[in-house]
């Protein structure tokens, strides 16, 4: 799996959109990017995935550069329940395992 | 639709017995995994399991641990002679059957291992 690099952690304004960045740049062709959320040690939430076009859903959005080096969350009115550690993941699809890095503290503020 | 099911929540063990952890998937999910989360650290992969048969366990410790997911019933994670390092938040997850669909990794919420 290709490594990921994340900022360590972030503030947002409640209300504001939260873009919460990441790095990947040696993803290869075939690997999707995936997002969860962690907040205050509970299982980890599933948030979002994609391979090489923006998605979005209900939760979140996930922006995906052309060259694919790089992807950002996006959160658009963020609330005080989304404070959580935010993991980028890169892998294959039906790989198996999910290699887990330090992710995100982001931190909402009223 | 339930989600993946830990029991129990919180388990309390003392140096040398065994743990038992178990985890129900998502009805119709064919596919388990565990991770291991220790105090303040990211979660690791331990296992990765199909009904049956176990397809990959690079994470999992050499000794004490092992992992099964039988034809009927949950998938059992035992622990044997447990130590204190094996304190840790312990998450299961199931996806679905892959060839071409997803196979997103769908969490439970976790048994936590105390080990006295």
């Known amino acids: 799996d290709a490594k990921t690099t994340q900022p360590p952690s972030m503030d947002c304004a409640e209300g504001r959109a939260a873009n919460l960045p990441c790095n990947h740049s040696t993803i290869s062709g075939n690997e999707y990017v995936y997002w969860y959320r962690q907040i205050h040690s509970q299982g980890p939430q599933y948030i979002i995935h994609g391979l090489k076009n923006n998605e979005t859903n209900e939760m979140a959005s996930l922006i995906i550069t052309e060259d694919r080096k790089s992807s950002t969350l996006i959160l658009p009115h963020a609330t005080l329940r989304d404070t959580a550690v935010y993991y980028c993941i890169v892998r294959l699809h039906n790989a198996g395992k999910s290699t887990f890095g330090d992710g995100t503290t982001l931190t909402v503020k009223p | 639709n339930a989600g993946v099911m830990q029991n129990p929540r919180h388990l309390v063990r003392r140096r040398g017995q065994e743990a038992r952890l178990r985890c129900s998937p998502v009805k119709g999910h064919s596919h388990v995994y565990w991770y291991r989360q220790l105090p303040e650290e990211g979660l690791k992969f331990m296992v990765y399991l199909q009904k049956e048969n176990i397809i990959d366990e690079s994470g999992m410790p050499k000794e004490r641990f092992s992992a099964e997911f039988p034809k009927e019933g949950p998938s059992i994670l035992r622990i044997q002679q447990v130590v204190r390092g094996d304190s840790a938040a312990y998450f299961c997850?199931?996806?679905?059957?892959?060839?071409?669909?997803?196979?997103?990794?769908?969490f439970g919420p976790g048994t936590r291992l105390t080990v006295l």
């Open positions: 997850a199931s996806s679905p059957l892959g060839q071409g669909g997803t196979d997103t990794q769908y």
